[in-house]
T-cell receptor
């Protein structure tokens, strides 16, 4: 399987705990995106990496959220001191430079539930 | 944030019927994308459109990039039960720093 993978698929945590999610993009893709999706909505952009550089962060990404892509391959998204409002599906996508602009390929997502 | 206007919001059809949905924007896009999302899964790219007026097919799916660059259409012919899901349009401009702008989705239900 050469698609985007995410781990874990589901995470239940108590309010105040920290959580970390991992995304492995398609191997030849140098661009990686994180999105958040709530029920009845389209994905909301959180942040974007080109190789290891984080080039943009949404203002939705509060200081409790941090993302890394240390070697330009996999990425992690950490949420500190989780709140109930953080409950959502967290999606990762990747694309290749030179590819048709905007063709982003998504992983299966990580469903976060904060109790 | 910016959102695309996608309609209809939901559709309930009989198996074998054709389906049409559309997406409009107040601003122009260089790329229009159509995705399908099943419950609990990530969106799957169906069709990508890059040129105004372009008509592209993927099996029973056909999508068009509007001439004004402010709209796009997706048609599904001869629907089958596995077409059930939520269909999202998304627009892209390099000026948005590679962010996709999304519609709210069209929920499709197919009665076998």
């Amino acid at each position: 399987d050469t698609g985007v993978s995410q781990d874990p698929r589901h995470k239940i945590t108590k309010r105040g705990q920290n959580v970390t999610f991992r995304c492995d993009p398609i191997s030849e893709h140098n661009r990686l995106y994180w999105y958040r999706q709530t029920l009845g909505q389209g994905p909301e952009f959180l942040t974007y990496f080109q190789n290891e550089a984080q080039l943009e962060k949404s203002r939705l990404l509060s200081d409790r959220f941090s993302a890394e892509r240390p070697k330009g391959s996999f990425s992690t998204l950490e949420i500190q001191r989780t709140e109930q409002g953080d409950s959502a599906m967290y999606l990762c996508a990747s694309s290749a430079s030179g590819q048709g602009f905007g063709e982003q390929y998504f992983g299966p997502g990580t469903r976060l539930t904060v109790t | 944030g910016q959102q695309l206007n996608q309609s209809p919001q939901s559709m309930f059809i009989q198996e074998g019927e054709d389906v049409s949905m559309n997406c409009t924007s107040s601003s122009i896009f260089n790329t229009w994308l159509w995705y399908k999302q099943d419950p609990g899964e990530g969106p799957v790219l169906l069709i990508a459109l890059y040129k105004a007026g372009e008509l592209t097919s993927n099996g029973r799916l056909t999508a068009q990039f509007g001439i004004t660059r402010k709209d796009s259409f997706l048609n599904i012919s001869a629907s089958i039960p596995s077409d059930v899901g939520i269909y999202f349009c998304a627009g892209y401009n390099a000026g948005n720093n590679r962010k996709l702008i999304w519609g709210l989705g069209t929920s499709l239900a197919v009665n076998p």
